[in-house]
């Protein structure tokens, strides 16, 4: 545009020593004249001037109108395919928690199947306990019923024993009564050798005899006597110890039945107690994790001004925000602070019409990544570019991210937009 005004200006210092200039670079013959109508006046030379300046100020106002026109049209494009990046992103984020969800709940199958399969076991065991528990108490039923048959025995020889009794009683009165038969008898043979008194021989042997007899028969009650007295001792004596050893195996295996028993029920319990917190702690285990891969934490976020500001660039316009407690600090600070550990996805996109401008991700004051907005090697008086990153990271909690600005210009408002998901 300036070597055509220099060139025009050079023309008219040119033309102005003249009145005209030729048209066609023909010589003049044989000294004739010229026609009028090869030259331009000057009149006509401004006019032409004048509708070629004109021209190109309406090329310049249609180059601008075609830029701005451009220019709309690019910032359009940008915010659509921001639009549906978002909705790409939306979508991603979707089919990720539906895999999540559909991968806890085989993960919850699987531990619902190795449940059953310890409440089978647990059945199972309960049933060889119950088992051995009622082999238990057909052997307590059995001695109980050697007990019974023990006590029916012991009341049958105590019925011998008094019966015994009441035979030694008669026997000893019948002895008694003998015993004072034979005392008068001897008395009466006394008295009779006291009087001198001759009988015949016959009566004194008769009387002599029946003596024997009685003191025979005496003598054989009186060890008939003994010998069922030392009968009733043995047997009392055996009744006895029987019993005795009776009670004290029937005490010894009642007291081991019962040790066995306790022993027993305290595995039963001890192993049911434990599988129960097995089982909570599982669940517990389970529902974290469920409540950790559906809590929901996301985050949309624009820069209020624009500006060359050197470090952390804030976007503290937040359109969007869920499941994020410290978001006063973001918004002052411009530094996200994970609050849930878990992947996030970050996506940046901002606009700057600097040259070889560019932005950094940050993480824990480490640089891990670096995008340029835009580039040309011979940039025109305006240009206008969006460089967009997306990252996958794995936050714990109390980590840091943020964007940090080097000191170029950049662009706040809707052009520039940053997005924090966590998808798992």
Known sequence: MMGVFKMLMLY???????????LDSQQSNGG????SNQYM???????EEKRLQLKMENLHQDTFTLRHDMDNSFVLLTAQLQHKLDLLDMKLADIEKNNVTNEDVLKLEEKNKVLEQ???????????LQNKYNRVENDYQLLKNKTKYLDELLLVQTGLFN???GNLSIQGRESTVL????????????????????QPLKEIKTLQQSVQTITAQTNSLSMKERARSQDFLALYNMTTNSLNELEVRTHSKINQLENITLAQLHDIEKKSEETENLNNLTFSRIQQQINESTEQVAMTAHPTFSGTSSGIMKFDDVSFSIGINNLAAYKNTGKFICERKGL??????IMSHANLGDYYIMLNDNIISETRVGYSSSPPSSMYHTGTIVLALQLHPND?????NPGYYMNGGLYSTLTIVKVK
């Open 179 to 198: 015993q004072n038969k034979s005392i008068l008898m001897d008395q009466e043979i006394s008295k009779l050798k006291q009087l001198g008194s001759i």
């Open 163 to 165: 019966d015994v009794l």
């Open 344 to 349: 996030y996805i970050i996506s940046s996109s």
């Open 12 to 22: 008219f210092i040119l033309f102005t020593t003249i009145n005209g200039f030729l």
């Open 118 to 128: 310890n409440y089978k076991n647990l059945q199972n065991e309960n049933t060889v």
């Open 400 to 404: 840091s991210v943020w964007v940090h």
């Open 32 to 35: 004739q004249s010229l026609p």
């Open 41 to 47: 006046t000057l009149s006509k030379f401004y006019e």
